[in-house]
C-alpha cells in the first residue's frame, strides 16, 4: 500500500466526500495546504535529481478542466478524470512532459460531476459512445487508494448508453472482478518483456502478474485488449518481443484468448526524459537512440520510418500467427 510522505492539498478538497475520506485515512501524514495543484512553487524548485522522491507526496485537488478530447482508437474521447500521473517511474512516461508539474500522483475529489457529465454526454449522443477515462493516471494503482475505480463502475454500471474504458500496468484487479458491469467497461492491460519491465517500467507489476489479470478480468466478463507498449527497439527487441508474444499465447486462458484485442505503440521520447532519467537513474539504461530516433516536433523523438515499418511488419506477422484470431486495432 502507498504511503505518502506528505499530502499537499488544496483547501475546496476538505468541502467533497472523497476529500474528506482521503484527509482521514491520511491524518497522520504530514499536510501542506495549496493553492493550485497544477502550480506547486515547492515542487517547480526541485531539481531532476529528486524525480523518485517528488513521486512519494501525494496531491489532491478539484479538477477544473472538463474538456474531452477526440479520440479514433478504442474510444471516442478521452476524458479528463480521477487522476493524473503515477507513483511508479516508467523511464519513457509522457506524462513527464515537465517533471516538476506531471511526475507525482495528483488525485481529483469531484468524481460525481466528472462521472454525471460523461452519462450525461452518454445519452445525449445519437451514436454509442466510448469514453476513456485512464489517459492521464492508472485507475487500477489508483484505485488501490481511493476506490474510485470501483466507485466509478458501480455509478456507470445502469447508465443507459456509453461505454468506459481505461489501461493499466497493474495487477491489483481483485476489487473489480465481482461488480455487475454489465458489458459496460473495457479493461486493456499492458504488457512489455520482462526485461524491459526490468529495466525500465519501474514499481509497475511483473509480467506474469499482469498476464493473471488479464485471465481474471476476462473470466469476470470484462472486454478485454492487450496492449503491447511502449515497443523500444533495444538491440534485440525481435527475440524479446518474439517470446513475449509466444508467452502470451501459452499463458492466456482460452477466454482471454477468443476475446482480445491488440494494441501497438512504439515509444516516442523527448530531450526532458532524456535529462531526468541522467540525473534521477544515473548508469541505468538510455532509451533515446540517435541511430534510430529521429526529431518529432520541439525537444520530441519517435523511431524513424524505416524502423517503424520493421517493427509493423514483425508485430502484424507474428500475432497473424498466434493470434490468427484477435484483431490489432492499430499499430502507432
Known amino acids: 500500500m502507498f504511503k505518502p510522505q506528505a499530502i499537499y492539498y488544496e483547501k475546496p478538497v476538505e468541502n467533497y466526500v472523497l476529500g474528506k475520506e482521503l484527509l482521514k485515512k491520511y491524518e497522520n501524514v504530514p499536510k501542506v495546504i495549496i493553492e493550485n495543484h497544477n502550480n506547486i512553487e515547492e515542487m517547480r524548485k526541485k531539481e531532476n535529481k529528486e524525480f523518485l522522491n517528488m513521486k512519494k507526496n501525494l496531491i489532491i485537488g478539484v479538477r477544473k478542466t472538463h474538456k474531452y478530447t477526440e479520440n479514433h482508437k478504442v474510444s471516442d474521447y478521452l476524458v479528463p478524470y480521477t487522476s493524473s500521473g503515477c507513483i511508479a517511474s516508467c523511464m519513457y512516461c509522457y506524462l513527464v512532459c515537465n517533471y516538476n508539474k506531471c511526475a507525482y500522483l495528483r488525485l481529483f475529489v469531484n468524481r460525481e460531476q466528472m462521472l454525471d457529465k460523461i452519462i450525461r454526454t452518454a445519452e445525449k449522443s445519437e451514436k454509442e459512445l466510448t469514453f476513456e477515462i485512464g489517459s492521464n493516471s492508472d485507475l487500477i494503482l489508483e484505485n488501490t487508494i481511493t476506490n474510485n475505480l470501483v466507485w466509478t463502475i458501480e455509478n456507470f454500471k445502469d447508465s443507459k448508453k456509453g461505454k468506459l474504458t481505461f489501461p493499466t500496468k497493474f495487477d491489483m484487479v481483485d476489487s473489480i472482478l465481482n461488480i455487475d458491469h454489465k458489458g459496460k467497461v473495457i479493461t486493456r492491460v499492458s504488457v512489455n518483456p520482462e ?32 496492449i503491447i507498449a511502449p515497443v523500444i527497439f533495444v538491440e534485440n527487441w525481435k527475440n524479446l518481443y518474439l517470446d513475449l508474444i509466444k508467452k502470451l499465447q501459452s499463458k492466456l486462458s482460452e477466454k482471454a484468448k477468443k476475446n482480445a484485442f491488440f494494441e501497438i505503440i512504439f515509444m516516442t521520447y523527448s530531450y526532458i526524459h532524456t535529462k531526468i532519467n541522467e540525473e534521477a537513474f544515473p548508469n541505468k539504461i538510455n532509451l533515446f537512440n540517435k541511430e534510430l530516433m529521429t526529431g518529432r516536433g520541439r525537444g520530441k523523438y519517435w523511431y524513424k520510418d524505416e524502423v517503424r515499418k520493421q517493427g509493423d511488419i514483425f508485430f502484424r506477422e507474428n500475432l497473424k500467427k498466434y493470434f490468427p484470431h484477435n484483431s490489432i486495432l492499430y499499430i502507432v
Not at 526485461?195 to 519501474?202: D, P
Not at 514499481?203 to 476476462?218: C, D, H, V, W
Open 195 to 226: 526485461e524491459i519491465i526490468n529495466k525500465v517500467e519501474w514499481g509497475t507489476s511483473r509480467l506474469e502478474g499482469r498476464i493473471q489479470a488479464i485471465n481474471k478480468l476476462s473470466d469476470a466478463g470484462y472486454k478485454i485488449g492487450i
